[in-house]
């Protein structure tokens, strides 16, 4: 049967002008607004939980919330050892380590017979090492939190280390330093390390030569000096009660009584005071885009500034579309696609600034400008109370989006106790943020935030007029990428 269109189209004009008038006699007639712009909704109010604490008598600690949504667990082990106790000549052996840790099954279970083990359960161990800590971490279905305990707890008390994951281990480690070239953005950020830490853990990258020289031994004496019950941490969360988990726990790690090193953190070295301008550090690509980065050494989480500066790179460079550099150097200019600043607020160390950007090489002189001269009006002039407010309701009700989920809240309760935030940090977080003002906000501004200071990273293919053009009064420092290997 054949439709006649022209006869249909007016009937279902017809009823859709119906049911919209329809619609828009209900919600006049139930007092509702006509726009969606018009609608008014009650006040959402969110309570932080604060998971509970337990302690073991052989030292471990442990961090517990319930959440019964779903019959699942997740579970993660913190040892408070980190890359920061390498040195320069074995840099690399954290991250070899999680990674024959995760693979190597233990001393009494093969690699394959753990994995498949861990597949008949339906879950996946994943080991991770940062700057401080190694944590492992495991989620599976509520039923099968005691094995996957005990699998956990053999794991870190007799790990296998097999020879054969353990070189597997090492050469993917190997291939991903071969590549370092390859990426633009990877390079920057090793010159930035280098830049701001130097000759000290932080400003290491592992090499092809320190992976080589790491030896099995290497591994086990590292889990013998720090992998123990009073490094360890404990953050579990989902379908089970904290008696439960207090018990399992216990009688995975209870009889675990090693003597544990705790790990001393190199300081970093004091910048000398009125040392110049930052330098240049240029690496060259043949690339079409160039990656500039503009850094400098940030803060540690003690410092009383650290609310007024996060408001403060909102506006200029951390609030996307609502901060000065993207307004300036991408929508007015049309010089970047992405334009951003952040501060890495160090947690036992100083941090990072960052400010950076891809552009097209003939843009890199103009680029760097724009930068130096939007952080010096933040650093003359106080920002708008609109601007301020804008800053201040983006970062407080971004905040219960900084927790996935129930783990993530667990976790961060667990790092912050760690790394001796105060009890209160995340309960207090969005009153701080609401007490900064414009005066705040220029104060850092003119005490943390200075484009002289700052060291400028171009990797790209960059011309040497166009850098003499950069540095004018700065050193400028040429680096061959094949020598990040």
């Not at 002008?17 to 109010?45: C, K, M, V, Y």
């Not at 040892?79 to 052996?93: M, Q, Y």
């Not at 609030?319 to 036992?348: D, H, K, Q, T």
């Amino acid at each position: 049967m054949r439709i006649d269109y022209r006869k249909i189209t007016p009937l279902i004009i017809s009823l859709s002008l119906l049911i919209w008038s329809g619609t828009l006699a209900w919600g006049q007639g139930n007092g509702q607004p006509t726009r969606p712009d018009a609608l008014t909704f009650e006040e959402l109010h969110w309570e932080l939980r604060t998971p509970n604490k337990i302690t073991l008598e052989n030292g471990i600690q442990i961090y517990h919330a319930l959440d019964q949504e779903l019959p699942l667990v997740d579970i993660t082990l913190m040892f408070g050892i980190g890359r920061s106790v390498e040195d320069a000549t074995n840099v690399g052996l954290l991250d070899l380590f999680a990674a024959a840790l995760e693979s190597g099954g233990t001393k009494q279970i093969s690699a394959q017979d753990f994995d498949a083990t861990l597949n008949a359960l339906a879950t996946d161990l994943r080991v991770a090492s940062g700057p401080y800590t190694t944590t492992l971490r495991l989620s599976m279905l509520q039923e099968d939190l005691p094995k996957g305990l005990e699998l956990l707890a053999q794991l870190v008390r007799e790990p296998g280390f097999d020879p054969v994951r353990l070189e597997t281990s090492r050469q993917r480690l190997m291939e991903q330093v071969r590549r370092r070239v390859d990426n633009p953005a990877g390079i920057a950020d090793m010159l930035m390390l280098e830049n701001l830490y130097p000759n000290h853990p932080l400003g290491r990258k592992p090499s092809l030569k320190t992976l080589e020289n790491i030896k099995k031994s290497d591994l086990v004496e590292l889990h013998q000096r720090y992998f123990g019950p009073k490094n360890l941490r404990v953050a579990i969360s989902g379908c089970v009660g904290s008696d439960e988990a207090r018990n399992l726990i216990q009688t995975g790690f209870s009889s675990w009584k090693k003597h544990t090193e705790i790990p001393q953190v190199p300081a970093l070295s004091t910048p000398v005071e009125g040392e110049g301008n930052g330098p240049v550090i240029v690496a060259s690509r043949p690339l079409a885009q160039t990656t500039l980065r503009l850094v400098e050494r940030g803060i540690i989480k003690d410092n009383p500034d650290v609310y007024a500066l996060e408001v403060m790179n909102y506006i200029l460079g951390g609030g996307g579309f609502n901060s000065r550099l993207m307004r300036e150097i991408r929508s007015n200019r049309g010089l970047a696609y992405s334009v951003y600043s952040y501060f890495s607020v160090g947690r036992l160390l100083q941090g990072a600034f960052i400010a950076g950007c891809e552009t097209k090489t003939e843009s890199v002189p103009e680029v760097v400008g724009l930068f130096a001269s939007i952080m010096q009006t933040l650093r003359a002039e106080e920002v708008s109370e609109a601007e301020l407010v804008l800053a201040q309701q983006s970062q407080i009700n971004s905040f219960v989006f900084r927790f996935e989920n129930m783990h993530g809240l667990v976790m961060q309760a667990m790092e912050h106790d760690f790394f001796g935030y105060p009890e209160d940090y995340l309960a207090r977080y969005r009153e701080h943020i609401s007490a900064v003002t414009t005066e705040d906000v220029l104060r850092v501004a003119r005490k943390y935030l200075d484009p002289q200071r700052q060291a400028i990273i171009v990797v790209g293919n960059i011309e040497p007029e166009e850098v003499q053009q950069i540095a004018q009064k700065r050193e400028v420092i040429q680096v061959d990428p094949a020598s990040l290997l």
